[in-house]
């Protein structure tokens, strides 16, 4: 007789007001989409839109149909609020200080010289 193991995951959401840590039980071949209906997240925190939060396993990016593995965790991540590339772009050009902020003096070159 053959029987399923049982797959023990947790989904894990986070925002900056609350977090939620929810451990899963199924079958073997269960999905991670399945993991997120059975932990009950979506009516927990209803902003969560799998069409647009990006989702993943131990922080790397899964799609919804990919198998899991007891021991998992399924982490739903939030929709970034900013291009990580364009907030680099102006952080180095200045353009995120308002006008008239005063920049750091640069240090003059040193012109010691040796008798």
Do not use: C
């Given at each position: ?49 799998l069409d647009v939060n990006k989702v993943g396993i131990f922080g790397k ?55």
């Amino acid at each position: 007789m053959v029987t399923e193991q049982a797959v023990n995951v947790e989904v894990a959401y986070a925002r900056e007001q609350a977090q939620a840590l929810v451990p899963v039980k199924g079958q073997a071949g269960m999905t991670l989409a399945d993991a997120i209906e059975r932990s009950g997240i979506l009516s927990r925190f209803p902003e969560i839109d799998l069409d647009v939060n990006k989702v993943g396993i131990f922080g790397k990016a899964a799609r919804l149909d990919q198998v899991l593995a007891s021991g998992d965790r399924v982490e739903i991540y939030p929709p970034l609020i900013a291009d990580p590339k364009q907030a680099r772009k102006q952080r180095a050009t200045g353009a995120d200080k308002p006008e008239g902020a005063k920049r750091a003096p640069e240090k003059a070159a040193s012109s010691a010289t040796s008798v």
